[in-house]
Structures are given as C-alpha cells and as structure tokens.
C-alpha cells in the first residue's frame, strides 16, 4: 500500500538543540499534515501544509514542504522539555482525500 | 472548544464478543475518522464518515464497520472480536476531511 516514511524514529537531544523529522512519500502528496502526540495523549493537529515549497512557522517550530511536494520536515529550534513525544505527519496521496500517517518520530528531551 | 468524547478508556472484552466503541463530537462537524494506533505501526484508518448514515473504507476495514446514525456519534463495531484487535483506538472530527481533533482514545484488550 501507499506509504509515508518519516526519519528518524527515534531522536534524543540535550535541551536547548535544535531537532528536525523528515517525511518522505514516492509520490506527490496534495497536502501534508504535523501531528504532536504527548506521552499518554491524543494526537494534536500542529499545521497543514498545501503548497509546493510552503514553508510556516508557529514560534520555534518550522515546517517545510518541498517543491515536488513528495517530502516534508518539520524543525524544532532549542528545544525545551515541553516539546517532548511524538511528531507524526500525515499525507494525502495519489489524489485521495485519504491520509496516510508516517510511523512517528519519538523525541526525547534531557534537561 | 472542540470536544471529541470516546465512552471508554480502557476496555477488555473476549474473543468473540460483538463491541462497541462509541465517539460523540460536539461541534457539528460532517467528518468523523476513527483510527487504530498500535506501537511501531503509527495510526492506520479504519473507517472515515463525511456525512451523517455515509461511511467509507479506510485502510483496514476488516473485522470492523460503523454506524452514523446522527452527526455528532460516530460507532465503532468489531463484530466478533479478535486478539489481533487489541490496540489504543482513537476517533476524530473535523469541519475539513482531514482529522483536527483526536478523543482521548480507548485502549481494547482482548484476551
């Protein structure tokens, strides 16, 4: 089936790093989505993204969407504690309306 | 805000047993999404809803249907439930047809 992978899928930083998760697709995705799931929590939508080359940010968070929309990364500048769990994106492939979710990268943050 | 209720948190059924997994949004939203997150796999769709008494397939359908009798409730039915079903499940609801709001999730264990 249609796959999205992300990388990596694990990361442990040292407060204050920066940290960066990479999405990857084989085909063009129409849009792709940020998701940030706390230890023990739900999944929270973070941002879309829908054009070729987007980039927003929302305060040290960064997320790109490259110019052949088949990959995405979303960037975390000096991290905190607070930043801690998992980043999962999720993209629509192939023209359907559909996500398909990468795996997840865990993030670990030592004060 | 948006408030997407799952009934149970946890829940252990047995082998065999017909169950329910209930989800109720409180915003009017037309799309409902319900998804199985299990460990190294990420979330995977079961079944999505952009209307009330539609359902459409989603990535693993199998062993599972739903029911949308009203807009705001969104079931899921493991007809005959397996051990290869024991997983977190997690409902969401949207304005858009991509989920933006996750329950907190019900972990099923069946044994």
């Known amino acids: 089936g249609q796959q999205v992978m992300q990388i990596p899928q694990y990361q442990h930083v040292q407060e204050g790093e920066d940290f960066t998760t990479y999405c990857n697709s084989s085909?063009?995705?129409?849009?792709i989505q940020w998701y940030k799931q706390r230890p023990g929590g739900h999944p929270v939508f973070l941002i879309q993204?829908?054009?070729?080359?987007e980039v927003k940010k929302q305060k040290r968070l960064t997320f790109q969407f490259g110019e052949a929309k088949k990959n995405s990364s979303l960037h975390i500048t000096a991290t905190q504690t607070t930043d801690v769990g998992t980043y999962f994106c999720?993209?629509?492939?192939?023209?359907?309306?559909?996500?398909?979710f990468g795996k997840g990268t865990k993030l670990t943050v030592n004060p | 805000d948006v408030k997407v209720t799952q009934s149970s948190r946890y829940l252990v059924k047995r082998t065999g047993e017909k169950v329910f997994l209930e989800c109720v949004q409180d915003?009017?939203?037309?799309?409902m999404f319900w998804y199985r997150q299990d460990p190294g796999l990420g979330l995977r769709l079961i079944y999505f809803?952009?209307?009330?008494?539609?359902?459409e397939k989603g990535d693993i359908p199998e062993g599972y249907s739903v029911s949308r009798e009203k807009k705001e409730r969104f079931s899921l039915i493991l007809e005959s439930a397996s051990t290869n079903q024991t997983s977190m499940y997690l409902c969401?609801?949207?304005?858009?047809?991509?989920?933006?709001?996750f329950g907190n999730g019900t972990r099923l264990t069946v044994t």
């Open positions: 969401a609801s949207s304005f858009v047809r991509v989920p933006l709001h």
């Open positions: 085909t063009t995705l129409s849009n």
């Open positions: 993204l829908v054009k070729s080359g």
């Open positions: 999720a993209g629509a492939q192939g023209g359907s309306e559909k996500l398909v």
């Open positions: 915003m009017d939203h037309e799309n």
């Open positions: 809803s952009y209307d009330v008494k539609m359902k």
